[in-house]
């Protein structure tokens, strides 16, 4: 997928790219860090995860993240593990703040 198709895609899903940049560059909502494996990138620029549990938070299972347009997505596929960080943005959506692959010194 082409990465300027991403923004556009997201200010549909998410609403105002205002809000979404914002939330981006200053989440309102707890950032969580934790370790997953990229399942999926779906055709709408969202990206699907299978996550470890995050103590206290939730318990692990697959969810799908829409990866802010500072998260460079190249060199990640599907399958790899990761550890990124994210938080809920607008619309009750889960926003990917951060994503590298696991044991990278990034």
């Given amino acids: 997928m082409k990465r300027r198709v991403i923004p556009l895609v997201l200010a549909l899903c998410l609403g105002s790219p ?19 494996r990229v399942v999926a990138f779906e055709r709408n620029g969202l990206v699907r995860i299978a996550h470890e549990a995050i103590p206290g938070v939730m318990a692990a299972m697959t969810m799908v993240f829409a990866p802010c347009p500072a998260v460079d997505l190249t060199g990640v596929a599907v399958g790899d593990t990761i550890s990124f960080r994210f938080t809920r943005g607008p619309g009750g959506r889960f926003l990917l703040l951060a994503l590298e692959p696991a044991g990278s010194s990034r």
């Fill in 18 to 36: 205002r809000a979404l940049l914002a939330q981006c560059h200053e989440p309102e909502e707890p950032v969580h860090a934790t370790r997953g």
